[in-house]
Nanobody, 124 residues
Framework: QVQLVESGGGLMQAGGSLRLTCAAS????????MGWYRQAPGKQRELVAT???????NYADSVKGRFTISRDNAKNTVYLQMYGLKPEDTAVYYC??????????????????WGQGTQVTVSS
């Protein structure tokens, strides 16, 4: 009933910048936290950055000072601005969001959704 669609990935040289966008759509009542995760080949998915609906942010140590997460609540969209890209940033980047159920849906339990992922490749 809800979808997350990422865009903005691609191939970039080390030191370059990219901006990822994730837009939520569907039967949305309200969104709690939103975030970005990534998964490199042969590795587990890891947290990159999160942002609460109040704007509080959290970053993985590996991206602090280089990546900035932000969101536009009116557009149900979260962004990840990436500067100073490194080859080790190469991964599939996934958007994640926690949704509050619509009143009358039969549950009060928030649920999570994931996007399909967007590839970011950084060459040295």
């Amino acid at each position: 009933q809800v979808q997350l669609v990422e865009s903005g990935g691609g191939l970039m040289q080390a030191g370059g910048s990219l901006r990822l966008t994730c837009a939520a759509s569907g039967r949305i009542f309200s969104i709690n936290g939103m975030g970005w995760y990534r998964q490199a080949p042969g590795k587990q998915r890891e947290l990159v950055a999160t942002v609460t609906n109040g704007g509080d942010t959290n970053y993985a140590d590996s991206v602090k000072g280089r990546f900035t997460i932000s969101r536009d609540n009116a557009k149900n969209t979260v962004y990840l601005q990436m500067y100073g890209l490194k080859p080790e940033d190469t991964a599939v980047y996934y958007c994640n969001a926690e949704f509050f159920p619509r009143p009358g849906s039969g549950t009060w339990t928030p649920f999570q959704a994931w996007g399909q992922g967007t590839q970011v490749t950084v060459s040295s």
